[in-house]
């Protein structure tokens, strides 16, 4: 399995800007995909933006398309999640997921970062 541990969440008010870092530790070479999911309270967690280990493969959720923009750095074995123009609907729990190709879902979590965007 893949150990993941997030950073970066934090308190900013609407229009502000963060980054989320998530490094992956282990079996790395048994991720295809790594991606960013969220769980606002209430609310079901949900896909927000997905990265290939390596090539130009990139997804985006559309409520979130043309502000956040999600990268890797395949050297640090890291991903971020740049954020900008954050809005209240964007606070939640960030996780940031790797999956393993074999199994064709994100079977490695790590423990979350809060995200909220004060109005």
């Known amino acids: 399995q893949v150990q993941l541990v997030e950073s970066g969440g934090g308190l900013v008010q609407t229009g502000g800007s963060l980054r989320l870092t998530c490094a992956a530790s282990?079996?790395?070479?048994?991720?295809?995909?790594m991606a960013w999911f969220r769980q606002a309270p209430g609310k079901e967690r949900e896909l927000v933006a997905a990265?290939?280990?390596?090539?130009?493969?990139?997804y985006y959720t559309d409520p979130v398309k043309g502000r956040f923009t999600i990268s890797r750095d395949n050297a640090k074995n890291t991903i971020y999640l740049q954020m900008n123009n954050l809005k209240p609907e964007d606070t939640a729990v960030y996780y940031c997921a790797a999956r393993d190709p074999l199994k064709n879902y994100y079977d490695s979590w790590g423990q979350g970062t809060q995200v909220t965007v004060s109005s």
């Open positions: 282990g079996r790395t070479y048994r991720v295809d995909v």
């Open positions: 990265i290939r280990w390596s090539g130009s493969y990139t």
